[in-house]
């Protein structure tokens, strides 16, 4: 499992905010994945779930119905340019 850390910004275990583990829309091959789940020792993240703050919580839960690929592109569609920015700078260390 992922530390409770948001995918969405830097908010998290380090800063000691508290994040919530939101499930999305599983895809076909998440749906193959979680049936093979259950023979696992040691558990993994759910491939369709985020953790997400306080701040992206109510915004984030409007998109289950989407697959976590879709909803991850919807809310960086709609980010501030200050997120983009920093998400890009992540990616790149």
């Known amino acids: 499992m992922m530390p409770p850390n948001c995918c969405h910004c830097d908010k998290g275990l380090e800063t000691r905010d508290e994040c919530e583990l939101v499930c999305f829309r599983r895809t076909p091959e998440q749906e193959a994945w979680y049936a093979e789940a259950e023979s696992r020792l040691i558990p993994d993240h759910p491939l369709n779930c985020e953790w997400f703050c306080e701040d992206h919580l109510e915004a984030?839960?409007?998109l289950v119905e989407l697959d976590l690929d879709q909803a991850l592109a919807r809310i960086l569609k709609n980010s501030s340019p200050e997120f983009?920015?920093?998400?890009?700078?992540?990616?790149?260390q």
């Open 60 to 62: 984030t839960r409007s």
């Open 84 to 92: 983009l920015q920093r998400n890009q700078q992540r990616d790149t």
